[in-house]
């Protein structure tokens, strides 16, 4: 029942905005961490961020800190990444992704483990985001 759809992607300029966005169903947001992955033209898939379903704890990979923020509306089961600043080396699709989470674990430990392995057990179909002027 665990579905995830995202969307918000588009044809950008360098230096515009987006925000994506992950509807979520069939879970929790409080019990289960959320990723946000992407994968370039001819490269390997990459996590970027996540969020900490205990607590809502967030964490961003070196190369999107400062441009990338992730957030969450309890309430209406949704996820975000709000990018500033894109660069055409953004140009990718976007994934979001879920992974329940051990109710004893804090902060970003858990998100953030299973985001570099690659382990989180239901995905979206991906949002294309295309920087180009």
């Known amino acids: 029942q665990v579905q995830l759809v995202e969307s918000g992607g588009g044809l950008v300029q360098p230096g515009g905005s987006l925000r994506l966005s992950c509807a979520a169903s069939?879970?929790?947001?409080?019990?289960?961490?959320i990723g946000w992955f992407r994968r370039a033209p001819g490269k390997e898939r990459e996590g970027v961020s996540c969020i900490s379903g205990g607590d809502g704890s967030t964490y961003y990979v070196d190369s999107v800190k400062g441009r990338f923020t992730i957030s969450r509306d309890k309430a209406k089961n949704l996820v975000y990444l709000q990018i500033n600043n894109l660069k055409p080396e953004d140009t990718a699709v976007y994934y979001c992704?879920?992974?329940?989470?051990?109710?004893?674990?804090?902060?970003?430990?858990?998100?953030?483990?299973?985001?570099?392995?690659?382990?989180?057990?239901?995905w979206g179909q991906g949002t294309q985001v295309t920087v180009s002027s």
């Open positions: 069939g879970l929790s947001l409080d019990d289960y961490a």
């Open positions: 992704a879920a992974d329940r989470e051990p109710s004893h674990y804090s902060g970003t430990y858990y998100c953030t483990f299973r985001l570099t392995r690659n382990e989180y057990r239901y």
